[in-house]
């Protein structure tokens, strides 16, 4: 099968710093070529990814990110690049609006990575009767139960590409780790306050591009940093790998409804649990009590920080290895790729 993926044009493939869906595209393309299937990457100039790539675009285009001129432009260019293809992948948000107008015969793909808010779900809406969308979890599906998904696909990474830590610390002692946006949305300043509350240190290594994210983090963070609580700013990734194999766990406090979350699977990967509410698609990612706990509130997260030894590192790798692998995503997105080019 001659497989076509349209990247977002924000970020390179890989990513260099924070780009959770590029890293999703990334495992994709690979594991599709790994599968002896032939895959073209639509993308910017500056990616990595080692299979076929076409792009418009020489870089990135992280400053305008959001913007719908570079957008369209992009994906106009990419399903022409792929109009050969037996399926299209598109991750962009504009893109699968325009397939219908772009004459192709081929299946559409298109994976929602963001939440069903209002502005999504009018999107999406419009196009869920041209192309098979799919949701990244239950929670996200739920969400928005008028839109019609085709499969529900949660996330896989390779294990292989992160190191086992064993959660002994960065040289200066123990710590626990939140990594993110430095939004109110991903709860940093929460995330503060439950490990000072456990008598911890917290390193925290954060996004922070956007004004209202310096806002955030001046009103709400900031105030709240000390010895033991230190902002290490957007971090690269190799950098990311030691934070999270040297956590002791990975503090996760969102209070809203998360597509996804792809930071458990990387810390998890890295034999590191996470403590987290019960939110968003939390419960379909953590095993409470196995790979980390579910925490109804903050007084339960500061009292599983001082339980989190009695989690087996182990298993959280394991669970990577296991269902949230790449190869179970890759598996997962191939039965639907049969199943549309057969209909066709």
């Not at 690979?30 to 675009?57: M, Q, Y």
């Not at 949305?185 to 509350?197: L, M, P, Q, Y």
């Not at 766990?249 to 930071?263: C, D, Q």
Request: with cysteine; hydrophobic share 40%.
């Amino acid at each position: 099968m001659h497989i076509g993926l349209i990247a977002p044009p924000w970020t390179p493939v890989p990513p260099r710093l924070y780009g959770g869906i590029e890293l999703i595209v990334d495992e994709l393309a690979r594991g599709f070529a790994k599968e002896n299937h032939r895959v073209t990457l639509f993308t910017t100039g500056d990616s990595t990814c080692p299979v076929e790539r076409h792009w418009i675009l020489e870089e990135s285009e992280g400053r305008r990110i959001g913007m719908a001129v570079p957008e369209l432009r992009h994906a106009i260019a990419g399903y022409k690049a792929l109009s050969n293809c037996d399926v299209i992948h598109d991750h962009t948000i504009a893109g699968p609006l325009l397939a219908p107008a772009m004459d192709l015969s081929c299946p559409v793909v298109t994976t929602v990575h963001g939440p069903f808010n209002d502005e999504l779900h009018d999107i999406y809406a419009a196009m869920d009767k041209s192309v098979s969308i799919v949701s990244i979890s239950e929670a996200q599906r739920r969400s928005a139960p008028d839109i019609s998904v085709a499969r529900v696909i949660l996330h896989g990474i390779d294990a292989l590409n992160f190191p086992i830590g064993e959660g002994n610390g960065d040289g200066d002692g123990r710590y626990f780790l939140f990594l993110g946006r430095m939004a109110p949305d991903k709860g940093a300043h929460r995330a503060i306050e439950v490990a000072r509350s456990a008598g911890s240190r917290i390193l925290l290594a954060a996004k922070m591009r956007e004004p209202w994210e310096f806002e955030y983090f001046t009103e709400s963070v900031e105030p709240l940093l000390g010895p033991d609580a230190v902002y290490l700013g957007e971090v690269p990734h190799e950098r990311k790998l030691e934070l999270l194999g040297g956590a002791s766990a990975l503090l996760f406090p969102i209070r809203w409804n998360e597509p996804f979350g792809l930071v458990m699977l990387e810390a998890m990967a890295c034999g590191t649990p996470v403590i987290a509410f019960p939110e968003g698609a939390a419960p379909e990612v953590v095993e409470n009590e196995r790979t980390g706990f579910l925490c109804d509130d903050e007084s339960a997260m500061v009292e599983a920080c001082r339980r989190i030894d009695e989690v087996d590192r182990a298993r959280c790798r394991e669970a990577v290895e296991g269902f949230f692998s790449t190869s179970r995503m890759v598996k997962d997105h191939l039965s639907l790729f049969n199943e549309l080019t057969r209909s066709r």
